[in-house]
C-alpha cells in the first residue's frame, strides 16, 4: 500500500540542515509536497492557502535560480538578497509569508497530532487564530474562516494519507517533526537579524 508520502519528491525528514542552514531546493521540493497536502483536505476553499504557498515558493526559486551560490541555504538567499544594492527583497518577503503558512500547517497538524479526538475542523481553526490570523484583513480572515469550516472530518482524511495505518503514523510524524524544526530554525534566525523589518 501507498501513503501521501510516497507521492511526494521529497519529505521535510530529507531536507539536508547544515552549518550554513537550510538546503533551499530540497526545502522548496518538500513545500511543493506540502501545497499538495491541502488536496487531500478536499476543498476548494483551501486554494487560498495553496495559490499563497505556491506564490511565495516561486520567489524563492527565482531567486536561487538567479544566484545560485549565493542562495544554496535559505539563510544564505536572505543574508545575500540583503546586501547594499539590492533594492528588493522579493524572496526574503515571499519566505517569511511561506513560513507563516507552515508553520499553521505544522500547528493545525501537531494538534491533531496530539489529541486523536479533536476533529481538523477545530484543530485547523485554533492553528489559525495563533498564527496567520494577526496578519490578515477581514476579507482573508473570512475567506479562511471558510476554509476551516470546510476540513473533513479527521478519520476521512486520515484515510485519504494512505495505508497502513501504522505506516502513515510514523511517516506523518518524521515529516511534521522536521518541518517545526526548519519552521523554528528560520524563525529564530528572521527574528535574530531583523530581516523582517518593513516587510
Request: net charge neutral.
Amino acid at each position: 500500500m501507498t501513503t501521501y508520502f510516497d507521492t511526494v519528491k521529497k519529505s521535510y525528514a530529507d531536507v539536508p540542515l547544515t552549518d550554513e542552514g537550510v538546503d533551499t531546493s530540497a526545502f522548496l521540493e518538500a513545500t511543493e509536497g506540502l501545497v499538495k497536502l491541502f488536496d487531500l483536505l478536499g476543498s476548494s476553499a483551501f486554494a487560498i492557502v495553496q495559490n499563497d504557498m505556491r506564490g511565495n515558493v516561486k520567489k524563492i526559486r527565482d531567486r536561487l535560480l538567479a544566484s545560485p551560490m549565493e542562495s544554496n541555504t535559505l539563510e544564505r538567499l536572505v543574508a545575500n538578497e540583503g546586501k547594499p544594492g539590492e533594492k528588493k527583497r522579493v524572496a526574503t518577503e515571499g519566505l517569511m509569508w511561506l513560513l507563516r503558512g507552515l508553520d499553521f500547517t505544522a500547528q493545525a497538524l501537531r494538534r491533531s497530532q496530539t489529541d486523536k479526538s479533536e476533529e481538523l475542523t477545530v484543530s485547523f481553526t485554533k492553528a489559525y487564530e495563533g498564527t496567520l490570523r494577526k496578519y490578515h484583513n477581514f476579507v482573508v480572515k473570512g475567506a479562511f474562516g471558510l476554509a476551516m469550516k470546510a476540513c473533513p472530518w479527521r478519520k476521512d482524511f486520515y484515510e485519504k494519507l494512505g495505508s497502513p495505518p501504522e505506516r502513515v503514523e510514523s511517516e506523518l510524524e518524521a515529516w511534521l517533526n522536521a518541518l517545526e524544526k526548519i519552521v523554528s530554525q528560520l524563525q529564530g534566525f528572521y527574528a535574530q537579524g531583523n530581516y523582517d523589518k518593513g516587510l
